[in-house]
């Protein structure tokens, strides 16, 4: 009898069909970096003009919203005639604001609930992604093919380029260990799976959650070229290198999802001395990545169309930090983002003759309000990266103050709890809080995401506003 054959995964064939697709875009994906303003605003208005005319006729909640509007004459350099979307709209109104009327949020959801280290493919065509469990309201976002080959594409365009410069790739592909989400219900997760096949690169997964001295262990039997992961894991593991316990030589490191600070940035770099680049990449779409060693970043305005605005969504200028960013998702169809507010503090570089050049300083909702007084993250972080022995932290804020927990540099390190606490206390009170009320408390590890592996590092009280 002859052998039969299983059919293939779900997940094989949806990868299958998508990495041939991303590697097919490459060429062209590269070619949009070398694009002036002209190309790039040129490009920004067909596509969104398609997505304006496509959302309206197939997503309810856009319909209604987008009543009276002509595509047509919708300038992608002026988009304040449009109206402006929210989480709240995305999770409240999912199953209104989606163009496939199969695509449900109970779908979504249990779709999720299910999804452990590898994606699951909704309908063998879109890809969900969960975003904001570690603080703020939780997102789900959901990506059809063009979506997904735009958001990769867009991420490792860059590396593409560069492996390409450096004379391709070696037999299988250039192997990158990232250190992230051990669920693929983060990007980070999900893009393991993704990546591969036919492009010239692979990803060697390491769970952020893992602890630390099994991570170390993992990547020194990986020895790979490269390393990805959270500014936050990377730190630590640079630390690792320093005492030895770490033996590794990657040849660049790159750093994704959190906020890449610049006391995070000098301890990677002391830790591993070699060139670091950074990456932005949202759930929602939106892509930036630097040069080696670039603190700005570069954001792919060929998949998104960028805003960044104060609090009233008006225009702020180069050199201003934003309050929030408004994404306009130019491939994601399927899941129409117009306008869509992210609480991401970006800072626009002069404008050039191409992309979007920006710095992130975090996110707005990170900024601890009280009633009289406003804190920023960083009166706390001045304080705490002049703590040698404090490797790592966490603060959540208390109706009167702070609540700070770390992580000492070495095991058996005493930190003195007491001194570090009056430090905070004197710079809140400087800052504006009258009496600061902190709590200082050691531990072994800090929680992160059990899902996701990110570290939440400023938590603001439940219920604050976000309006000064």
Request: charged share 20%.
């Given at each position: 009898m002859a052998a039969t054959t299983a059919p293939p995964s779900r997940l094989t064939a949806y990868r299958d069909h998508v990495q041939p697709a991303v590697v097919a875009a490459l060429p062209e994906l590269i070619a949009r970096t070398a694009w002036d303003r002209e190309e790039v605003v040129a490009h920004q208005r067909a596509r969104l003009r398609a997505l304006l005319a496509d959302a309206a006729e197939r997503s309810p909640f856009h319909a209604r919203r987008l009543a009276g509007v002509d595509p047509d004459r919708v300038d992608p350099r002026d988009l304040s005639a449009l109206p402006t979307m929210t989480k709240a709209?995305?999770?409240?109104?999912?199953?209104?604001?989606?163009?496939?009327?199969?695509?449900?949020?109970?779908?979504?959801?249990?779709?999720?609930?299910?999804?452990?280290?590898?994606?699951?493919?909704?309908?063998?065509?879109?890809?969900?992604?969960?975003?904001?469990?570690?603080?703020?309201?939780?997102?789900?976002?959901?990506?059809?093919?063009?979506?997904?080959?735009?958001?990769?594409?867009?991420?490792?365009?860059?590396?593409?380029?560069?492996?390409?410069?450096?004379?391709?790739?070696?037999?299988?592909?250039?192997?990158?260990a990232i250190v992230a989400?051990?669920?693929?219900?983060?990007?980070?997760?999900?893009?393991?799976?993704?990546?591969?096949?036919?492009?010239?690169?692979?990803?060697?997964?390491?769970?952020?959650?893992?602890?630390?001295?099994?991570?170390?262990?993992?990547?020194?039997?990986?020895?790979?070229?490269?390393?990805?992961?959270?500014?936050?894991?990377?730190?630590?593991?640079?630390?690792?290198?320093?005492?030895?316990?770490?033996?590794?030589?990657?040849?660049?490191?790159?750093?994704?999802?959190?906020?890449?600070?610049?006391?995070?940035?000098?301890?990677?770099?002391?830790?591993?001395?070699?060139?670091?680049?950074?990456?932005?990449?949202?759930?929602?779409?939106?892509?930036?990545?630097?040069?080696?060693?670039?603190?700005?970043?570069?954001?792919?305005?060929?998949?998104?169309?960028?805003?960044?605005?104060?609090?009233?969504?008006?225009?702020?200028?180069?050199?201003?930090?934003?309050?929030?960013?408004?994404?306009?998702?130019?491939?994601?169809?399927?899941?129409?983002?117009?306008?869509y507010e992210l609480t991401d503090v970006l800072t626009a570089a002069p404008q050039g003759d191409g992309h979007l050049r920006a710095r992130v300083?975090?996110?707005?909702?990170?900024?601890?309000?009280?009633?009289?007084?406003?804190?920023?993250?960083?009166?706390?972080?001045?304080?705490?990266?002049?703590?040698?022995?404090?490797?790592?932290y966490q603060v959540h804020q208390t109706p009167a103050g702070i609540a700070v927990t770390l992580v000492p540099a070495q095991p058996g390190v005493h930190v003195d709890e007491d001194v570090l606490a009056e430090r905070l206390a004197d710079a809140l009170a400087a800052a504006g809080l009258p009496r600061p009320e902190v709590d200082v408390t050691s531990r072994a590890a800090l929680d992160r995401d059990p899902r996701t592996g990110k570290l939440a590092r400023f938590v603001p009280l439940a219920g604050s506003s976000r309006s000064p």
């Open positions: 709209d995305v999770v409240d109104r999912f199953d209104e604001v989606v163009t496939d009327r199969r695509v449900t949020g109970d779908l979504v959801e249990a779709t999720l609930a299910g999804t452990g280290t590898e994606p699951r493919p909704i309908l063998d065509e879109y890809v969900a992604f969960a975003s904001g469990g570690s603080s703020g309201r939780r997102g789900v976002f959901v990506l059809d093919v063009p979506a997904v080959v735009q958001f990769v594409g867009s991420l490792c365009r860059d590396l593409v380029a560069r492996i390409e410069q450096m004379g391709g790739p070696p037999p299988g592909g250039l192997p990158i989400a051990g669920s693929a219900v983060h990007p980070t997760g999900g893009a393991t799976h993704l990546a591969g096949g036919p492009l010239p690169f692979h990803f060697l997964p390491v769970p952020a959650t893992a602890p630390l001295p099994d991570i170390v262990d993992r990547l020194n039997a990986l020895q790979a070229p490269l390393l990805y992961g959270y500014p936050s894991v990377l730190a630590r593991l640079a630390a690792e290198q320093r005492a030895g316990r770490l033996r590794i030589r990657p040849m660049m490191v790159t750093s994704t999802s959190e906020t890449l600070t610049p006391e995070l940035r000098a301890a990677i770099h002391e830790g591993f001395g070699v060139p670091i680049v950074n990456t932005f990449g949202s759930t929602e779409g939106l892509v930036g990545t630097s040069a080696p060693d670039d603190e700005d970043l570069v954001f792919a305005e060929d998949g998104c169309i960028v805003e960044l605005v104060d609090e009233r969504h008006r225009p702020v200028p180069p050199g201003t930090p934003s309050a929030a960013v408004l994404v306009t998702n130019l491939e994601n169809h399927l899941q129409p983002l117009i306008r300083r975090g996110r707005s909702d990170e900024v601890f309000r009280y009633p009289g007084a406003t804190l920023h993250p960083h009166v706390v972080r001045s304080v705490l990266v002049r703590s040698p022995d404090v490797a790592e």
